[in-house]
């Protein structure tokens, strides 16, 4: 009867034993989305100065409310957040009506409709523009976006790079309108 | 023999992990983590290597947090259902070879798996290849 005992000592031990080291799986394989990532989310400026490219990108960055976090012009590099409303109104609805009706059903007893904390409330975006000069005289300027979703009560719902081509696409029609005012010096 | 080892389960559960205090510094060999973390190019163009740092981190969904040419230094994050952060220093080695260092954390655990750094050297040997010959 001690023998099973002592073996699962000894399991508890190995499991506390091995809950302290993890295998890791590779975080740094380029996955096979990022050829078509890298297409989205970079464009080729030509003849203008990469000077030019990173201060239009500044003065947009501006244009929609984002704070700069970081510049280093001799790397092309450009970090910029801002805090902004991650509210969908249509679920904010739906929970606070599905939430009401709970109350209404449980009567003089206590609400248990609390769903509505677990709305997304605000979202913490941060992006990156970083520009390259090519041969040709041309600039590359690649941008990567990422974002943290905290719900009502404040806690994180959801953390993630963005990979819709559209918010890329409208970054870029921006970028490109502010590259042709800074031309202009306008 | 059962309660010797139940003993011994408290003590472990506080001792197996680091304690609060021992993670602020490290106890692995420093040589080690080094050698696992440094890659060395035959090179000698610190801005070109540092560009290619930035291409290599946006390939791999990266957003930089901070980048410094004097220091040579670029600090990035990568938010999936993980946080990923690395900071990535170059410096010159000899006459005619820089060094590239990265290190990195996944949540609150530093990435200590050889594997791990050898993957992210060698997207950046693709991205220094393709800065020196200028292709994006």
Same mark, same amino acid.
């Given at each position: 009867m001690?023998k099973?005992g ?17 295998t890791q799986p ?11 990532e ?6 080729i ?11 239009a ?12 976090d ?5 790397l092309?590099v450009?970090?910029a ?9 249509l679920?904010?609805f739906?929970?606070l009506?599905?939430?009401s ?7 003089l007893?206590a609400c248990s409709g609390?769903?509505?904390?677990e709305?997304d409330d605000?979202?913490d975006?941060?992006?990156t523009m970083v520009?390259m ?5 041309s600039?590359?300027v ?10 009502k009560?404040?806690r994180?719902?959801?953390?993630s790079?963005i990979t819709d081509a559209?918010v890329?696409?409208s970054?870029?029609a921006?970028l490109s ?9 306008i | 023999?059962?309660r010797f080892?139940?003993?011994?389960l ?5 001792s ?16 080690q ?7 060395v ?17 946006? *390939? ?7 980048? *410094? ?9 990568k938010? *999936? ?23 990195a ?13 050898? *993957?992210f050297?060698?997207?950046?040997d ?11």
């Amino acid at each position: 009867m001690r023998k099973p005992g002592v073996l699962l000592a000894l399991l508890a031990i190995l499991g506390l034993l091995s809950s302290c080291s993890t295998t890791q799986p590779g975080y740094f394989n380029p996955t096979q989305a990022s050829v078509g990532e890298r297409k989205m989310q970079a464009r080729i400026y030509v003849s203008v100065e990469e000077a030019e490219v990173m201060s239009a990108a500044v003065a947009v960055l501006q244009d929609m409310g984002y704070s700069i976090d970081e510049v280093e012009a001799r790397l092309g590099v450009i970090s910029a957040s801002k805090r902004a409303d991650a509210t969908n109104r249509l679920e904010a609805f739906g929970t606070l009506t599905l939430d009401s009706m709970k109350c209404a059903l449980t009567f003089l007893m206590a609400c248990s409709g609390n769903h509505y904390g677990e709305i997304d409330d605000v979202q913490d975006i941060r992006l990156t523009m970083v520009s390259m000069p090519q041969n040709d005289g041309s600039v590359a300027v690649r941008i990567t976006i990422q974002r943290r979703i905290y719900d009502k009560r404040g806690r994180l719902s959801e953390q993630s790079t963005i990979t819709d081509a559209d918010v890329y696409a409208s970054l870029f029609a921006k970028l490109s309108k502010a590259v042709f005012l800074e031309e202009q010096g306008i | 023999m059962i309660r010797f080892l139940l003993m011994l389960l408290p003590i472990l559960a506080v001792s197996a992990c680091a304690s609060q205090n021992a993670a602020i510094t490290a106890s692995d060999s420093q040589m080690q983590v080094r050698q696992m973390q440094t890659r060395v190019y035959d090179s000698l163009d610190k801005h070109d290597t540092l560009r290619s740092v930035l291409a290599t981190l946006q *390939d791999l969904g990266f957003v930089i947090d901070t980048a *410094d040419y004097e220091m040579a230094t670029i600090t990035a994050t990568k938010l *999936d259902e993980y946080q990923l952060r690395v900071t990535v220093t170059v410096k010159d080695r000899n006459h005619s070879q820089l060094s590239v260092r990265a290190n990195a954390r996944i949540d609150d655990q530093t990435i200590d798996d050889p594997r791990t750094y050898q *993957d992210f050297f060698t997207v950046l040997d693709k991205a220094i290849f393709l800065t020196r010959h200028n292709v994006d």
